[in-house]
């Protein structure tokens, strides 16, 4: 398609366009006529542990504890792992399985507090940022609670680690926004530009890069200028480029190579080219975490759609979508639904009782008049306007066809797991075949699949070990067994009684052998306690453990 | 007459020299049909097919003594892998076997006597316990398949059924009929 | 469950796209008519009609829903496509045939819409020029020709109840593409067959414009966005530079890249029959490969085969190179470093 044209931007920059990507209609100025409102305390949060990529985060809280705000109430697990914290001052209803936002509707492990009232919060301090460690640094930011807003919600003290050998030369602050109807990101630059920058500061600080570039979207001439505004005050170079409105222009991969010309290599991210992207929200947030010592404790959700006030508000993480809702004037009548995220990439939410959590940028209510019943599907007829509408020049009909064949194999070879699942090619199939459906049911079956081969795999070298002891006890009872054998044989024959048959005598001795044995292996058996393990005890256990390993090299399978 | 002879039969031995050298240069290190088969098989271990596990059942399908329709933890998704790689015709899962939904032992522990004949038992080795200690199931290595139950003299060993957790839940297969569509 | 995403665009529909490449056709459709005589109304109300038929009675066989497939508009497509292939004022029958293999055989057995490997209008159409070569020659001569032209109500007397009163050498000639190969074996130079009666400015009287007409509905789509580029530019260039050689080759028996271009169905098959996107080529490589091959075999097959014109066969024959030719050139995703090579 020769998209790989280069434009000139604003301001000189020489922008490059990446294929395909569609405009499907914005719907922006719905929710952008009221500023930021922040929403009032609510009775009842409930907090889940899993808001991040990663593991999720372990409960530190029990029913009936008392918590403040700011809190933490999960503690991070592992390297790739977030805090979670109270939003409110209250009292811990419960620890358990409640319904999440997420596309399944099934429950997952969550805290509920009970506010009461006085929100009274825990001390937050701001910590110098110039004069930390940088593992100081994004360890404070891990107890911060500090995840990627955009949607994908990595943690960002691990993004933010760019590795030894990795040279960040760019960081990009991704206010592109390309998803209609969200504007969530388009207010917060317009109302906190300054705070922003300064969190991009630390964030270029972590990094050690130099170059600061800000991609907004050029529907959003007032975040552009506010955020323009900001720069000359930063304290350090700033570019806020517009780039063209094209979804999916605000992706990671996609950003960077408008911006840069860099395109990060397939299956890599975008710091093989030494270019890190946050998004704008995030910056803001790990600047109040910075400069304030406040953990994420809310953030800037879009409200939008069928609704009776639709627009932008601050609202508590733990907060009930149903209570988002009501506090937004309630759903007009005849909604259908609800869409998590945006219409391109969003979720239906099956329960809405889910409370808002890191990940949601914004909640649509669904009409019939705005969001029609998709029509019925017809086969594909290969003409490839999804190929010519996928960012990431894949052939997507040709994943289609073998995802819906449950070649998985094929739909792999085919480039599967490049798909970012952007929609743009359901959005432009005249099919309107649900293609993305397709793509997520073929990797997360790839996924299950080899999780089950691990698995397999796994079990078969257990019962293959298990096996070979129990060849070598076998093995090793026996030999025991005939060196007893021959020497009582040879003692009873030297005392054999005359004219009683040798042959005889053999078996007698054989049987004396085993039954002394079976009384020596009855005594040996003593009960023993595991709990209290003695230096002794564990010294023996480890000596065991040793020689298992060594029966594994000895066999050569694990 | 002679001449052509010659010409035709020294092309033939040239030619098949050819080939001879090419299948050893070429040759494809191919694993032995039983691992293969072997490796399509779940490995839960439990004896349903009627051999003592899975590598002994794989060995019979690969010498032709079994069929392929016995596994019923491997499902009609196994068979349809198995009969792909042996080139025959996928069947129903054989009479008397039935496909159950994963799951897990679980050891009632206020009712386990330490007996460890469940130890002895369990093929993957996923139970651990004393003799007269309360015994326990590593739940991440149980296979489900189920050959604890039985030797236990207290009947403290149940079969649990791995629930769809969010970390394990799959996206769905989209179905829309066309057949139907209007 | 639906997913994401949660809208699509308005402007896309199968319905649409046909509706667009038929609109297209209405040019040259036209310039039928007015070069030819109302005849084709007669072939293509036939055409179509015989496609809804059979579209219906297979999908009723194989019990799919009539509505949203007997109204996407492809069974149209194919009889109209097929209907510009034909010569017009030909038996019932003729049109009845060729549009039973177009759906049945080339369509459904294979799986319907979507699923075929083959072009069913090109299919029908060969099957028809190898059963019935006789009437699949006869073809109408353009008006100012012809000793006669059959008005609306003589074409379909002509078509049911065959030839009577009119003889067909009143209305019938030999086209460019069976004329100039007439004359070349009686030893005439392609420059001197060029001087006949049936040639036009540059390629046959009459067919000319009509494939101006195809290529001003061509342009149109492209500018749409119907179509991309790609397949008709290669067709074309497979052509032209097919000719050129030969001409240069032999320059005396050789007619030239714009005879051939604009005589037969070289325009109807850049435009609207390769470009066929079920039986096409689907990346942009391989489209480049497919056109210009299906190019250079038309003009090949014209001027060494038995056969009047070459598109049909080249077609098919490029249709069935998809699979090989997609599979090897498939377009590098982004941020790849070489392209993909999906396992066979
Ligand atoms: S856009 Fe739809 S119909 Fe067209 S090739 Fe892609 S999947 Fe097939
Ligand atoms: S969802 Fe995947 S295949 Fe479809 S356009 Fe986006 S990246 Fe391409
Ligand atoms: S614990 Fe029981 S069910 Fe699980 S693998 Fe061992 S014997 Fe089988």
Not at chain 3, 322 to 338: H, K, M
């Amino acid at each position: 398609m020769g998209a790989r044209e280069q434009r000139p931007g604003a301001g000189g920059r020489r922008l490059h366009a990446f294929n395909g990507g569609v405009h499907p209609e914005e719907h922006k100025s719905v929710s952008t006529s009221r500023p930021i409102q922040p929403l009032p305390l609510l009775p009842r949060y409930v907090v889940p542990m899993r808001q991040h990529i990663g593991n999720p985060a372990a409960p530190l809280v029990q029913v009936g504890d008392k918590v403040l705000k700011g809190q933490m109430i999960g503690l991070p697990e592992g390297a790739i792992s977030v805090a979670v914290h109270a939003p409110t001052s209250g009292t811990v209803l419960a620890v358990g399985h409640r319904p999440v936002t997420h596309p399944s509707g099934l429950p997952d492990i969550c805290v509920e507090i009970e506010a009461d009232g006085e929100d009274r919060a825990v001390a937050m301090a701001p910590v110098d940022w110039r004069a930390m460690e940088p593992g100081a640094l994004r360890a404070h930011l891990r107890d911060m609670g500090l995840a990627g807003l955009g949607g994908a919600v990595f943690p960002s003290h691990v993004k933010l680690d760019p590795g030894k050998e990795r040279k960040i030369h760019t960081l990009i602050l991704n206010g592109a926004e390309c998803e209609p109807w969200i504007t969530c990101d388009d207010l917060t630059m317009r109302h906190h530009a300054a705070e922003i920058l300064a969190g991009a500061a630390v964030m270029r600080h972590a990094l050690g890069c130099e170059t600061v570039l800000v991609g907004i979207e050029d529907n959003k001439p007032e975040a552009q200028a506010a955020m323009r505004a900001a720069a000359e005050h930063a304290g350090y170079p700033v570019e806020v480029v517009a780039v063209p409105t094209r979804y999916p222009g605000g992706g990671g991969k996609q950003l960077a190579y408008t911006l840069t010309g860099l395109a990060t290599p397939s299956g890599g991210l975008t710091t093989d080219v030494g270019v890190q992207v946050f998004n704008v929200g995030t910056a803001y947030a790990l600047h109040r975490a910075v400069a304030l010592g406040e953990p994420m404790l809310s953030r800037i959700v879009t409200v939008t759609g069928h609704v009776a006030r639709p627009g932008n508000y601050e609202v508590r993480i733990g907060t009930p979508i149903a209570d988002l809702l009501a506090q937004a004037g309630g759903e007009l009548p005849e909604a259908t639904g609800l869409i998590i995220g945006g219409p391109m990439m969003g979720f239906d939410l099956p329960e809405t009782a889910a409370p808002v959590v890191k990940a949601v940028n914004c909640v649509i209510v669904k009409d019939r008049l705005l969001f029609p019943p998709p029509p019925a599907p017809l086969p594909c007829i290969r003409c490839g306007a999804c190929a010519r509408a996928c960012p990431a020049d894949l052939q997507p009909f040709e994943m289609y066809w073998y995802a819906k064949a449950k070649d998985l194999g094929k739909a792999q070879a085919y480039s599967l797991f490049d798909c970012i699942e952007c929609g743009c090619c359901g959005y432009v199939c005249p099919s309107h075949i649900p293609l993305v459906g397709y793509y997520r049911f073929a990797k997360s079956e790839i996924w299950a699949r080899e999780q089950e081969k691990a698995a397999a795999d796994a079990a078969r070298a257990r019962h293959e070990f298990r096996d070979f002891r129990q060849e070598r006890e076998k093995r090793e009872k026996a030999e025991k067994f005939a060196a007893k054998a021959k020497e009582t044989l040879a003692a009873t024959t030297a005392t054999a009684e005359p004219g009683e048959d040798p042959e005889a005598a053999r078996k007698k001795a054989i049987l004396a052998a085993a039954m002394e044995k079976a009384r020596q292996a009855k005594e040996g058996v003593q009960p023993k306690n595991i709990d209290k393990l003695t230096a002794a005890q564990q010294k023996e256990i480890e000596e065991i453990e040793a020689r298992r390993a060594r029966a594994v090299e000895e066999k050569g399978t694990p | 007459m002679l001449s052509a002879l010659l010409i035709l039969g020294g092309i033939g031995l040239v030619l098949g020299g050819i080939l001879g050298w090419a299948a050893i240069r070429f040759r494809v290190e191919d694993d032995p049909l039983v691992e293969k088969i072997d490796a399509i098989l779940p490995q839960t271990q439990c004896g349903q097919c009627g051999f003592p596990g899975c590598k002994p059942y794989a060995e019979a399908i690969a010498k032709g003594e079994a069929d392929i329709n016995k596994c019923p933890p491997g499902g009609d998704d196994g068979i349809r892998r198995m009969a792909e790689l042996l080139g025959v015709e996928p069947k129903p899962l054989g009479e008397g076997l039935a496909h159950k939904p994963k799951s897990v032992a679980v050891i009632d522990e206020n009712t386990c006597i330490g007996c460890t004949l469940c130890i002895q038992a369990c093929p993957v080795d996923a139970i651990v316990g004393a003799a007269k200690q309360m015994h326990t199931i590593i739940e991440a290595q149980c296979t489900g398949c189920e050959l604890c139950l039985p030797p236990c003299p207290v009947d403290c060993i149940s079969m649990v059924v791995i629930r769809e957790e969010i970390d394990s839940w799959k996206w769905r297969y989209p179905v829309y009929m066309l057949k139907q569509a209007a | 469950m639906i997913g994401s995403p949660h809208v699509v665009s308005e402007r896309n529909s199968v319905r649409l796209v046909m509706a667009k490449v038929m609109a297209a056709l209405v040019p040259a459709t036209l310039a039928h008519a007015w070069f030819f005589g109302p005849g084709i109304w007669v072939s293509l109300l036939l055409c179509l009609l015989f496609g809804l038929f059979f579209e219906a009675f297979a999908l009723g066989m194989r019990g799919y829903p009539l509505k949203p497939f007997l109204t996407d508009g492809s069974v149209l497509l194919t009889g109209w496509l097929l209907a510009l292939s034909l010569p017009t004022l030909a038996p019932w029958w003729l049109y009845a045939v060729g549009m039973l293999f177009a759906v049945l055989v080339a369509k459904h057995l294979y799986g319907g819409l979507g699923q075929n490997l083959f072009n069913p209008a090109m299919v029908g159409y060969a099957v028809l020029i190898i059963s019935f070569p006789t009437h699949m020659t006869q073809w109408p001569a353009p008006g100012d020709l012809a000793i006669h032209v059959p008005g609306l109500a003589e074409a379909f007397d002509l078509v049911f109840a065959g030839q009577g009163s009119i003889s067909p050498d009143a209305y019938t000639s030999a086209t460019p593409l069976d004329s100039l190969r007439t004359q070349l074996l009686n030893g005439k130079t392609a420059a001197e067959a060029m001087t006949q009666p049936p040639f036009g400015y540059f390629g046959g009287k009459g067919g000319e414009m009509v494939a101006v007409m195809v290529l001003l509905g061509g342009v149109l789509m492209l500018m749409n966005g119907v179509i991309t580029w790609r397949i008709p530019a290669a067709f074309l260039g497979g052509i032209a530079l097919t000719a050129l050689v030969m001409q240069l080759i032999d320059p005396t028996r050789q007619a030239g890249p714009l005879f051939h271009l604009f005589s037969g169905a070289a325009m109807l098959g850049a435009f609207f029959i390769a470009t066929d996107p079920v039986s096409a080529s689907t990346t942009p490589r391989g489209q480049l490969i497919y056109g210009g091959l299906a190019g250079m075999l038309t003009v090949l097959i014209r001027v060494f085969g038995g056969y009047p014109d070459g598109v049909a066969f080249s077609v098919l024959l490029l249709n069935m190179a998809v699979p090989l030719i997609d599979t090897y050139t498939q377009p590098r995703v982004f941020g790849a470093s070489a392209p993909r090579r999906p396992r066979v």
